[in-house]
């Protein structure tokens, strides 16, 4: 009487492996969370920009590679890092790295936040940035997309074409100058034009939400008495 969920391929195929041909499988993407109306971003000045980067403090998660990167922005950054710390060696690597900022860049550090304060703080920034080296599905990127926020991620997640619809960006690690350039270009965003971005993040969450149609889904397997 069990039902196994699959959120992709990779995953039913080791449910296969394990339990055999005969597991009944339920193929369902994540159930990330609910999408609450948008508020735009209402405080944003060209040469100024707040990121928010939200991942264990592991080598995985890649934030070195964004730290490596403020010192050669053009203008007032301010960047938030919530996580919890993992590799104790990786945090002394990347926090030395914060030490050598110049006054130009200021950083918090946040090591656990409740959801709701979570959602909260996004709205209160520009710009998500995770440079991860690879997600599965990547929660806290569904929830600075769900919030209205643009992103810029590496392209070793699953949530791609963000550009095209104005939702943010996925780029290749090994193209460090194109994150240099769309952190510069969004420095130099007004508020109008970052709205456009938020506004497509928002609706890239929403149409993901109504085209896999999870809630009906995910209410039907459990529901499932056969």
């Known amino acids: 009487n069990i039902i196994f969920q699959a959120t992709d391929t990779a995953e039913k195929q080791d449910i296969i492996y394990t339990f055999g041909k005969n597991a009944r499988i339920a193929s ?9 109306s948008f508020e735009p971003v209402r405080n944003k000045k060209v040469g100024e920009l707040r990121l928010i980067f939200v991942g264990r403090i592991h080598p995985i998660k890649n ?5 490596e990167i403020l010192p050669e922005l053009i203008g007032k950054c301010e960047l938030t890092i919530i ?27 946040m090591e656990d936040l409740s959801h709701s304060r ?3 703080l996004i709205l ?37 074409n963000l550009k095209q619809d104005f939702a943010g960006w996925d780029i290749a690690l090994a193209n460090a100058d194109e994150f240099k350039k769309v952190t510069n270009m969004m420095m130099n965003m007004d508020n109008d034009q970052l709205n456009r971005w938020c506004t497509g993040a928002w609706m890239y969450c ?18 499932s008495k056969n």
């Open 28 to 36: 369902l993407p994540n159930f990330p969370g609910i999408q609450n």
């Open 63 to 67: 934030l070195h590679y964004l730290l």
């Open 118 to 120: 979570l959602q909260k």
């Open 83 to 109: 996580g919890a710390i993992d590799d104790k060696a990786y945090w002394k690597q990347c926090h030395k790295l914060i030490t050598m900022m110049d006054e130009k860049i200021s950083i918090n550090i």
């Open 206 to 223: 929403h149409k993901y939400l109504s085209e896999n149609n999870l809630k009906n889904n995910y209410i039907n397997i459990f529901a």
């Open 124 to 160: 209160e920034h520009h710009l998500f940035v995770l440079p991860t080296l690879g997600e599965n599905f990547g929660h806290a990127i569904f929830e600075s997309l769900a919030a209205g926020r643009p992103v810029l991620i590496s392209d070793q997640t699953p949530w791609r």
